[in-house]
């Protein structure tokens, strides 16, 4: 609902400020007054295109304003949050939104959402949660085939809403299977060249058949055997030095010599005893390290150009696959991934039968989910059809017949149905779409009566018309007036009219003044109560705000607005 919108410097709006809140808001003013600028700026407000003609002559920009009240959690919350804005909670579950538009001279625009910057796109996304706008011309929604299948939708309460959905998922899932259906099709010469090229790559490597760390283990064992002689002669020197085989003296003799010397002499001071221990577990350490060089130079004996030789050829084979694949870790690992994706691949003939029945099976219950949502629809199109010809008997259109055809389509998201509103407006005449043979105030009342219908099953937050009352007059205005006041028994209506008829039904009467001082035009709005209504009502009348006649005739429709039982 909204809650009040403020507009500076709109078209001749210098500054104004609409309470409108709950029930049915009449907004009235002479013409030229800028009562067209209030629907402009809720326009602007939902995302509406700018048009810099709309600034105020003289002013370097427009402000428009809304406060919203909106549930504290749902679809219109979520989108605010998405787009970085805040609502401000207000008790009982509900809370208060600002959105705001700004529109320069130079024809820029800027919108907020919930206190933050936002694309308008944003509020166009709000906007289908928020608000319905109604009016002649390009704001009539009932124009759109789209609209009008819609406007059946909703009238058509939970059966429709539950087969739809049940198709909405039928139609996602047969266009899923048959997307990677017709992929695989399309890809099946490629994606044998690709097992193909898969399945020598995985030839080669399960010939080599790398191991983690192989590579650097081999550069180890290669720079080993290259220099095999320099490392036979330190190991044998190193060896002759500690423990000589001949009778060269060596590290093993002399030490054992010294620790002979200190035992001899252990009997006259202890000490030495402890210095000839130390020397026998030096001892003991020579001789296994000469012992390690003896079995090092034995391998080295065992190892020839053979090895290496070996060992080189190895490096080369491994250097092929990592030169191919990257890295010897990226080939071990391509082995295991590519094992996968060649079992994938040369599953092909079976995965294409296994969709296709898939994908039969889906467009079976495709089939049985779109019968079931047009047999929805049908019935809920002569429901409507009756009742909004049967409310059309009442808006100056008494002769008037509504149709609302089903008939095979295209296939969507949506279904496969074409829904067209049709209208015969008196005896005799051929039923037409509404959206080519409907005048402005016919298309005007056909919309209003097919929002009350609607409304008994599926009403939304705000109504606004901007004249729905055109081209009717005396006893079909008052009719229309009951029935905006009717919609507002269950959401909040907001009608731009010219007839006191209609705004007598309102409960709250906004008027748009327009002053002048000579050679600046300004409007401004105002709240109307007691007498300043009925002189508005009796302007409404007769154009005359004073005169006795055209305010008895006001108090007349006034009484009758408030205390007649709307229906």
Not at 55 to 62: L, T
Not at 444 to 465: H, K
């Amino acid at each position: 609902m909204i809650e009040q919108v403020t507009l500076r410097d709109l078209g001749v709006i210098a500054e104004a400020s609409l309470p409108l809140g709950p029930g049915f808001t009449a907004v009235t003013g002479e013409t030229g007054a800028g009562k067209t600028m209030v629907v402009t700026g809720l326009g602007l407000l939902l995302g509406a295109r700018a048009d810099a003609a709309a600034v105020r002559a003289g002013a370097d920009q427009a402000v428009v304003e809304g406060v919203w009240i909106v549930p504290e959690t749902g679809a219109v919350a979520d989108r605010v949050a998405e787009a970085g804005g805040e609502i401000e909670p207000i008790g009982g579950g509900r809370a208060e939104l600002y959105l705001g538009r700004t529109l320069t001279a130079e024809g820029r625009s800027r919108a907020s959402v919930g206190g933050r910057t936002a694309p308008a796109g944003v509020l166009a996304d709000l906007a289908d949660q928020l608000v319905v706008v109604h009016g002649q011309s390009d704001q009539l929604r009932l124009r759109s085939a789209a609209a009008q299948r819609d406007a059946l939708d909703r009238f058509g309460g939970p059966r429709i809403a539950t087969a739809l959905g049940a198709y909405r998922a039928a139609h996602a899932h047969a266009r899923t299977l048959a997307a990677e259906l017709d992929a695989l099709t399309a890809q099946r010469a490629e994606r044998v060249d690709e097992a193909a090229r898969l399945r020598a790559v995985l030839a080669d490597i399960e010939q080599v058949d790398p191991q983690p760390g192989e590579d650097i283990e081999l550069a180890q064992r290669a720079d080993r055997l290259a220099n095999v002689e320099d490392l036979r002669l330190a190991a044998a020197t190193a060896h002759a030095a500690l423990s000589s085989d001949d009778d060269q003296p060596d590290v093993a003799g002399m030490l054992a010599e010294a620790r002979r010397a200190l035992e001899r002499a252990a009997g006259n001071d202890q000490a030495l005893a402890a210095q000839a221990s130390a020397l026998e577990e030096v001892g003991y350490r020579i001789a296994d390290i000469a012992g390690d060089l003896s079995a090092y130079l034995a391998d080295l004996d065992e190892s020839g150009p053979h090895e290496l030789a070996t060992v080189l050829d190895r490096r080369a084979a491994l250097n092929t696959l990592i030169r191919a694949h990257g890295t010897l870790e990226e080939t071990i690992a391509l082995r295991e991934t590519g094992a996968a994706r060649l079992l994938e691949l040369d599953d092909d003939d079976d995965r294409i039968e296994r969709l296709t029945a898939d994908a039969e099976v889906a467009a079976s219950a495709l089939d049985d989910a779109a019968q079931a949502l047009t047999a929805a629809r049908v019935d809920a199109a002569g429901r409507l059809s009756a009742a909004v010809t049967d409310e059309l008997r009442a808006l100056a259109l008494p002769d008037a017949r509504v149709e609302v055809a089903v008939e095979p389509g295209a296939e969507s998201a949506a279904g496969r149905d074409d829904v067209a509103l049709l209208l015969a407006p008196h005896p005799g005449a051929a039923l037409r779409s509404v959206a080519k043979g409907a005048s402005g105030g016919e298309l005007s009342r056909v919309m209003l009566a097919i929002e009350v219908v609607i409304a008994g099953t599926d009403s939304v937050p705000t109504f606004v018309f901007d004249e729905v009352d055109a081209g009717i007059g005396g006893a079909a205005a008052i009719e229309v007036g009951r029935r905006l006041a009717r919609l507002a028994e269950t959401s909040q209506v907001i009608a731009v009219t010219h007839l006191a008829q209609v705004a007598a039904f309102a409960n709250n009467h906004l008027s748009v003044v327009k002053s002048s001082d000579g050679s600046v035009t300004a409007s401004s709005v105002h709240a109307l109560h007691g007498a300043d209504r009925e002189a508005e009502m009796a302007r409404l009348l007769s154009g005359l705000s004073d005169s006795t006649a055209a305010l008895e005739h006001a108090r007349e429709l006034l009484s009758l607005g408030t205390s007649r039982l709307i229906g």
